[in-house]
């Protein structure tokens, strides 16, 4: 196949990628566009196969790694349950970080076959733009680990700081700046290697001072790091497909982590520098005496909602880890045969990354038009009987509009306590994972309830 | 003067960000979560790569140093391709409108 003919192939298939991530701009054209982005990495695919031209016995086991990766990838997407989106999303960039230094590490070793000279006299722009791909890679590759293991449990999400963590990290990054300057002049392979080692390390020192519940900001972020990884390498190899679709990802991770950001009302780089909820407030609010707060059982909750003529839910991440959203879906049915009307609320942040609680619902056959985002329903809390709040906490906290001391202050929340009611389903009084207390707990119209989540709804399901 | 095919390759790159920058806009909320599996399974892409460096030991080598490297490659870029696309898929495929006749 002509050079010519590949690459214009390889810009139908960038193409198709942009067609895939526009057809999400609705649920009815995204299965669409799902198809288009399918189409367009077969097409990639093929045309690479055809542009080698080699289909020696290299061929075959080039197609054997290839339906052991797909079967590995294709048995994980059946299995996976929805509540554990975030954990694969960010096993998954983890992924494409260390294809990414292993493609650079391939043409570093032998550049004759990408055409980029021969080894140890590697073409200057090709050599950064190797070197890029691989430390961008290589960051996303070990911080998309520690996010993994922190979304698992396996490691803790408190955030780990250090004294002189951001003067190690500062120094870490301008190495990694000289190390590719001395990797231009000196070509030498050793260079290559201790910079593909310190990257390892400046993603891994990077995530572990983010907290829990920044992870959206982090998902998002890493998101957005794999796509450059993939348009650094694209630059390298001289293949429009990648460059488009490096940009577009890259692009996309930013604006969700923006987004993420402005849920929160943090700035990026007060998410990265972390530690957030670790020191300021947790001695102001030791002092605070306890406070009368009124808790119910579900036969208190089902008399509430079935007086109520409207119901709003606000679902948070402990409906995800209490896998809630199923027995939420009967009680709602059972509230809309009393022709009660019921809406779902969602904060952009409400989980552990973009979208958490809509594909929840979603899996739950809630309709999806029956679900709403903060500024689309804010208004409506004051109208509404009761507001049920199930996992959620930081982000229906009022202090975030009244008290600027608070580290959440400016935060955009759910009006929640505008309703005439509010039920509250947790399993304690503990706060949140920004560590601050809720003054909605201690209002006069809030009932709490104390339980797990999941059998609290079953209950008042059965209640009604 | 000739330009550098770099500048070409800069330019759908400068070109790219801002078209993935309005299409990423108009993605509604409650789809965030799927565009970033679905981002992730195209961001595979560099599959291509991976391929080139393992085919590149000719008809006589198959497994050399650079080559075993871009085997790997593959298999990290095949689990995300299929793993990405099709729990994008099952994702999708649950967001239904209400039933109208109720």
Not at chain 1, 412 to 430: A, T
Not at chain 2, 19 to 29: E, N
Not at chain 2, 64 to 75: E, K, P
Request: some cysteine.
């Amino acid at each position: 196949m002509s050079a010519n003919l590949s690459a214009i192939m390889y810009l139908i298939s960038g193409v198709l990628f942009i067609l895939a991530l526009r057809g999400l701009s609705s649920p009815e054209t995204s299965r669409q566009g799902n198809l288009f982005g399918i189409i367009g990495m077969v097409i990639a695919v093929t045309v690479t196969f055809l542009s080698v031209g080699n289909f020696s016995s290299g061929f075959i086991y080039v197609l054997i790694f290839l339906a052991f990766g797909g079967s590995i990838g294709a048995f994980i997407a059946y299995r996976i349950p929805m509540t554990a989106m975030p954990e694969l999303v960010a096993g998954f960039h983890s992924l494409v970080g260390l294809a990414a230094v292993f493609v650079a590490i391939s043409a570093f070793i032998n550049p004759e076959v990408f055409g980029l000279g021969t080894p140890g006299n590697i073409k200057l722009a090709s050599l950064i733009e190797m070197a890029i791909g691989a430390a961008v890679g290589a960051i996303t590759f070990s911080g998309s680990v520690i996010a993994f293991l922190k979304l698992q449990g396996i490691m803790s999400g408190a955030p780990i700081t250090f004294k002189g963590q951001h003067v190690l990290n500062a120094l870490i990054l301008i190495s990694i700046i000289v190390l590719t300057f001395y990797l231009c002049s000196t070509q030498s392979s050793n260079l290559f290697w201790i910079l593909i080692a310190v990257s390892f390390l400046i993603g891994f020192l990077i995530i572990i001072p983010i907290g829990g519940a920044d992870m959206p900001v982090v998902i998002s972020m890493l998101n957005s790091y794999s796509g450059w990884a993939a348009a650094g390498i694209g630059f390298t190899l001289e293949n429009t497909a990648l460059i488009v679709t490096g940009a577009l990802v890259g692009s996309s991770g930013a604006i969700l982590s923006y987004i993420m950001c402005k849920g929160m009302n943090r700035s990026f780089f007060n998410v990265i520098l972390g530690g957030f909820g670790a020191t300021e407030q947790s001695a102001a609010d030791k002092n605070k005496e306890q406070k009368p707060v009124k808790s119910g059982n579900a036969d208190d909750a089902a008399f509430l909602m079935k007086n109520a003529s409207s119901v709003i839910i606000v679902p948070g991440y402990g409906m995800a880890v209490a896998q809630a959203q199923h027995a939420l879906r009967e009680m709602v049915d059972t509230l809309k045969k009393n022709d009660i009307k019921v809406s779902y609320a969602i904060h952009p942040v409400a989980g552990r990354m973009p979208g958490h609680m809509n594909v929840l619902l979603a899996e739950a056959n809630v309709p999806y038009d029956e679900v709403f985002e903060l500024e689309e329903i804010n208004n409506d809390f004051a109208n509404a009987d009761v507001a049920f709040v199930i996992g959620a906490n930081d982000v229906t906290n009022p202090v975030a509009k009244t008290d600027p001391q608070s580290p959440i202050y400016g935060m955009p929340v759910l009006d929640v306590e505008k309703c005439k009611s509010v039920l509250f389903v947790k399993r304690s009084l503990s706060p949140g994972y920004a560590g601050i207390d809720n003054d909605l707990f201690y209002k006069e119209n809030t009932l709490m309830l104390f339980a797990d989540a999941k059998k609290m709804t079953e209950d008042i399901t059965k209640n009604l | 003067m000739e330009i550098d095919p770099f500048i070409f390759r800069l330019s759908i790159f400068i070109l790219s960000i801002f078209v993935g920058y309005y299409v990423v806009w108009s993605v509604t909320p409650s789809l965030h979560t799927p565009l970033m599996s679905v981002t992730n399974a195209i961001s595979s892409v560099i599959i291509v790569g991976a391929i080139i460096a393992a085919l590149s030991g000719g008809s006589g080598i198959i497994f050399s140093s650079s080559s075993i490297f871009g085997f790997l490659a593959i298999v990290l870029a095949a689990v995300n391709i299929f793993g990405g696309f099709l729990v994008t898929q099952r994702m999708l495929a649950m967001y239904k409108k209400k039933k109208k006749d109720k």
